[in-house]
């Protein structure tokens, strides 16, 4: 008896909310919903035309009209059934799957049905093993990636490999667009990746291995660094103290120096002071004695005083006038100028984390880092025309035939070298015309197609030009530029560039080296040398040699 009223509440529970029935409603193939529930799947299947039973999976192409059954309904109220809630741990959690039938609180699924396209909890998955219509559905683990599993067009399971495509296509892709290619089962094709993913994976545990020593040995090599950066930076404290120490002493004995000499100039000056006082006081009372015997009437009195008063007296030694620390204070500054000289042409320098050495000041010092460049093809304007082995450039009016690049300067007449300038690079040019010549060096990524500036020599942050024309020099840079002077110009002109350190150096090439303008930044990308030309300019790239 205990066992019939079990099977009998359970004949009363909702196979789609697992609780006791809600307005119970039977649909044609004899099982029994909620209401809500049936109508809830149902409005899911709006979409596909096609409706089914939750529970045997029988299809209807028109959606059913549900009623109430008034039956169950009452033997409902009459068994005042009261079935207990599911448990707990069903609930799903961060990263479950829900279940695609569990109306209202989802519970996780166990598994996937790769011919349903739906996710079941394990009381919603029982008809797949009690129904034979389910029996050649296939089960998975639960997964949230069941739309790859179909073909996009046709709606059908992904089962076959199309080798000609490289590509997973359902069977009737087979008799369609793929009609006439290789085929092979998935999982076929699953074993022989499979081998091809075992092999990748010992490949990069390799690579890995090599990354790794790799890393230990920069780990090692920045380490080392470190200690001897850190042992420079204590030798050159303990260096510049004892240095300004030096200099501290050598300040407070020219110091003395001075003050001892004002000292000794002074004493001397004061006591010549005291005797001039006491001279002029004599001189004072002569000169009164005389003006009161100018006066006098008694001859022989005058002619008695007169004598004496008329003796020339002794005057002091004349004391030369006071030394001038004028010489002194030269000699500081001569001492000034030869540190500075000897820190600016000796001394190292620490930049961008890269130790450099002075620049190169005559040409034969930058001959000893002169490159070889030649004119890239591909990125050369239609009006330019190429020569000399790519040494040479004409910008002339007919276009040239040549192929469209996408690195091809489309509107400015502009063209950029094939090599990359790393580490220090010298390279002379030779320009010709009546409009004169760019010469540039910028980045790779500066733009080529259209008349924007991001594309033009010397008027964005990506290039830096400088315009050589008959009337002079101009230097351009983010749009910016800057007037050169009082230099005379010339058709040679010498580039050099230091990318570690950031120095970009322009030169006016004759019997002498004469700076045109300097830069000093930070480069960011590798540079290439440049040019831009007018109609009827010409520009050469030199073979460096001595003059």
Not at 106 to 113: G, H, I, P
Not at 183 to 200: D, G, I, P, S, Y
Not at 351 to 360: A, M, R
Request: charged residues 25%.
């Amino acid at each position: 008896m205990a066992e019939g009223s079990v099977l009998d509440q359970d004949q009363f529970i909702c196979p789609v909310c697992l609780d006791a029935l809600k307005d119970p409603v039977t649909i044609t193939c004899g099982h029994s919903f909620c209401l809500l529930c049936i109508n809830g799947c149902w409005d899911q299947e709006d979409q596909k035309g096609i409706y089914s039973c939750p529970q045997c999976r029988h299809s209807f192409t028109v959606r059913p009209v549900v009623h109430k059954n008034v039956m169950i309904a009452e033997m409902m109220e009459k068994l005042k059934l009261g079935i207990a809630a599911p448990p707990a741990n069903t609930d799903t959690g961060p990263g479950d799957v829900e279940c695609d039938f569990c109306i209202g609180k989802k519970r996780k699924a166990c598994s996937s049905c790769l011919v349903c396209l739906a996710s079941y909890c394990e009381s919603h998955l029982q008809p797949h093993y009690e129904s034979p219509a389910f029996k050649k559905h296939k089960l998975v683990k639960a997964s949230r990636r069941l739309q790859e599993q179909v073909c996009s067009q046709h709606e059908k399971l992904l089962e076959v490999y199309c080798l000609t495509d490289q590509q997973c296509i359902c069977m009737l892709c087979t008799m369609d667009e793929h009609k006439g290619h290789r085929f092979v089962a998935a999982a076929a094709e699953r074993a022989v990746k499979q081998k091809q993913l075992v092999e990748t994976q010992r490949k990069y545990r390799e690579i890995i291995q090599e990354r790794e020593k790799e890393l230990l040995e920069l780990r090692k090599t920045m380490k080392s660094h470190k200690c001897s950066a850190q042992a420079a930076v204590e030798d050159c404290e303990r260096i510049f103290t004892e240095l300004t120490r030096a200099i501290e002493r050598k300040r407070s004995e020219v110091t003395e120096l001075i003050r001892a000499q004002e000292k000794a100039s002074v004493s001397r000056v004061e006591e010549h002071v005291k005797l001039l006082k006491q001279e002029i006081a004599e001189l004072k009372r002569r000169h009164s004695d005389m003006e009161q015997l100018s006066h006098t009437e008694d001859d022989i009195h005058f002619l008695q005083k007169f004598q004496p008063l008329s003796a020339p007296s002794e005057y002091g030694e004349s004391v030369s006038p006071c030394l001038s620390f004028v010489e002194v204070s030269n000699y500081v500054c001569q001492l000034r100028d030869e540190l500075e000289k000897c820190c600016n042409n000796q001394l190292y320098t620490v930049k961008n984390g890269s130790v450099s050495v002075p620049e190169p000041v005559h040409r034969e010092e930058f001959l000893q880092y002169s490159c070889e460049l030649t004119l890239d093809h591909s990125t050369a304007n239609k009006h330019l025309r190429l020569s000399d082995w790519n040494k040479m450039v004409t910008c002339i009016k007919n276009a040239q035939l040549y192929p469209d690049h996408p690195e091809r300067f489309d509107y400015f007449y502009q063209v950029l070298c094939r090599e990359s300038l790393s580490g220090r690079c010298y390279w002379e040019v030779e320009w010709s015309g009546s409009y004169g010549a760019f010469i540039a060096v910028a980045y790779k990524s500066i733009s080529r197609k259209g008349k924007g500036m991001d594309g033009f020599f010397g008027s964005n942050d990506q290039s830096w030009r400088l315009m050589c024309s008959p009337s002079g020099f101009t230097f351009s840079h983010n749009n910016k530029e800057t007037k050169i002077h009082s230099i005379p110009t010339s058709s040679r002109v010498g580039v050099y560039v230091d990318h570690k350190a950031g120095v970009l150096s322009f030169y006016n090439v004759s019997d002498t080296m004469t700076l045109l303008h300097r830069v000093q930044t930070t480069f960011t990308q590798q540079l290439y040398a440049g040019f831009g030309l007018y109609l009827g300019s010409t520009v050469r790239l030199l073979v460096l040699q001595s003059l």
